[in-house]
């Protein structure tokens, strides 16, 4: 009998800070490797050196990019990690783009906290720094998807897609013949831009991201709530906010604005892309167009209706432009990046409208101005909210409850168990609720820093 521990040493019973670390006979893996985000309680967790020697770990498996997957990534070698790194090629230049642009803005922040002084801190440091991030990328490597890869000789892996973002993928890892799937974040069934996620056929052992677990994406029409903002704020002339994701929310929304404009559903207002690792993300989706669904045509034609905007003098340019105007920015969930500025400068003008997209993490200021804070804290000091604050969720890049329950009715057999993660406890809950009553799996909701040991 073989025994395998798991550490769940991030999204568990939480939706960010995606780390789970597989104690096996052959080899020490980690499955993704995400910084926390939202709530202050999670994010000074990023902060605490982890519970397992990082020298011992053999190899990290990416499923995808995102931050919350990948962010740790330079700590965990600061740490003493010295193994490859593993994605699929997209999946690896998204990392990189992401990384590098989270150490630049780390290291900003650090720099601004201390030259105006609202740091807590005697000194305020960068999580990691471009010089960590550029080392930690010297670690990567890539592998195709669908190809079954030999990491020890009872252990083997396969990258299968799933839609979330371009390279994504869930990973089948086979360990002494015993099956062990990780969901990743699950994409969409109706994507724009991405194909509809592949669903695995067996699993022994099940790893299953729960972030909508308990929703349904609502039926929207976005056709109708684009194009009416956008004449709303050219009657105003006022200044339409998007804080985005750079990858696939941002991508997606300028699909949407141009397909939009070119079907005069809009008229030609200028639309400003004001993320500079958005743009770079533009790059990897013209690189891998066997990944989406647009062609190199449609794909360039896209690209030159909108103005790309780089450095941030032209930030400054683009809030005292005084046309009405749209200007998609990152972050997401608005926790970093130059949408910052904007909201600085525009949070407290009722012509301003703010779009929110996608999931809003507890903790975030998205969050906060989803649920009508009148006030939102934006670098050390407070600012009324007076623009208007509109939400699709329908953009979201995760799969909802039935779109989850799509994916898992593809495996033939009986799980040994369920493991519900990236999720918050009423999501979990629900979800594990909802699989018992429709298949009758046994599901676990796993405590963050929980080990549970399985026998093979």
């Not at 990392?95 to 801190?121: M, P, T």
């Not at 699950?186 to 991201?209: C, H, I, Q, S, T």
């Not at 799509?406 to 493991?419: A, C, L, Q, R, S």
Request: aromatic share 10%.
């Amino acid at each position: 009998m073989k025994k395998v521990r798991i550490k769940f040493l991030g999204a568990s019973g939480t939706v960010t800070g995606s780390k789970f670390y597989l104690e096996t006979p052959e080899l020490n893996i980690i499955i993704d490797c995400g910084m926390f985000q939202g709530l202050k309680e999670l994010r000074k967790k990023n902060w605490e050196p982890l519970s397992i020697d990082a020298s011992k770990i053999d190899v990290v498996l990416l499923t995808h990019g995102h931050l919350d997957h990948t962010g740790y990534l330079p700590r965990l070698v600061k740490e003493g990690f010295k193994g490859d790194i593993i994605g699929t090629l997209p999946t690896l230049a998204v990392a990189r783009v992401i990384l590098l642009d989270s150490a630049k803005i780390q290291e900003e922040q650090a720099k601004k906290a201390n030259e105006e002084g609202f740091s807590k801190h005697p000194k305020a440091l960068p999580f990691y720094n471009i010089i960590e991030a550029e080392k930690t990328i010297r670690l990567f490597s890539g592998r195709k998807r669908d190809e079954w890869i030999q990491l020890s000789e009872n252990i083997r892996f396969k990258y299968r897609y799933n839609g979330h973002i371009i390279g994504s993928t869930f990973i089948e890892l086979e360990i002494f013949e015993k099956m062990f799937v990780f969901s990743g974040d699950v994409g969409r069934l109706n994507d724009e831009l991405l194909m509809p996620p592949e669903r695995p056929e067996w699993a022994d052992y099940l790893f299953l991201e729960s972030t909508y677990g308990n929703k349904l994406h609502p039926k929207e029409n976005i056709t109708e709530i684009l194009s009416d903002l956008v004449q709303k704020t050219i009657n105003e002339r006022g200044t339409l906010i998007i804080p985005s994701f750079a990858v696939e929310r941002l991508q997606l929304l300028m699909f949407l604005f141009w397909d939009l404009y070119k079907k005069n559903k809009i008229p030609n207002i200028p639309i400003f892309i004001d993320s500079p690792m958005g743009s770079n993300v533009l790059d990897v989706f013209g690189q891998f167009t066997d990944w989406h669904k647009l062609n190199q045509n449609d794909f360039k034609a896209m690209c030159n209706h909108f103005t790309i905007t780089s450095s941030y003098a032209d930030t400054w340019k683009t809030i005292d432009d005084p046309r009405p105007k749209i200007v998609i920015a990152g972050s997401g969930m608005v926790t970093g990046g130059r949408v910052l500025t904007y909201l600085k400068q525009l949070i407290d003008e009722p012509k301003t409208k703010v779009l929110l997209v996608g999931y809003q993490a507890e903790g975030t200021r998205g969050r906060q101005l989803l649920e009508g804070t009148h006030e939102l804290k934006l670098f050390g000091k407070y600012y009324p909210v007076k623009a208007s604050i509109h939400f699709i969720e329908s953009l979201s890049a995760h799969a909802d409850q039935e779109e989850l329950l799509h994916f898992i009715d593809g495996i033939k057999n009986t799980p040994e168990n369920v493991f519900l993660i990236h999720g918050e406890p009423g999501a979990l809950d629900a979800f594990k609720v909802k699989i018992r009553d429709t298949k009758g799996w046994n599901c676990i909701i796993p405590k963050l820093a929980e080990t549970i040991n399985l026998y093979l």
